[in-house]
């Protein structure tokens, strides 16, 4: 046993450096994380640091899914690019 459940059960939980605070700062905590993983360059890892992120917050979780879809359609963008990414981020 393990396996899947223990995979699942670290996706729901918040890192060890996620505040214990208001949506608000868990959203800037999450942006903050995002932001840095796009100054590296890595724009498909930033969208995905967002989503994960806010995956934690148990107030998003009834938007996950459209939140989910947008990121998609983000990264299949055929323009997709560190601005695009940059929004995606702010817009939260």
Known sequence: MGGMD?????MRDKPKDAPEAPKEDLIDWAKGRARAV??????????????ADLTKNPDMQAQMPMI??????L??????????????????
């Open 6 to 10: 223990d995979m699942e059960k670290k």
């Open 38 to 51: 796009l100054e590296k360059g890595d724009l498909k890892g930033a969208v995905d640091t967002m989503v």
């Open 68 to 73: 989910a879809m947008m990121a998609m359609s």
């Open 75 to 92: 990264k299949a963008d055929p323009e997709f690019d560190e601005k695009k990414v940059s929004d995606f981020i702010e817009g939260f």
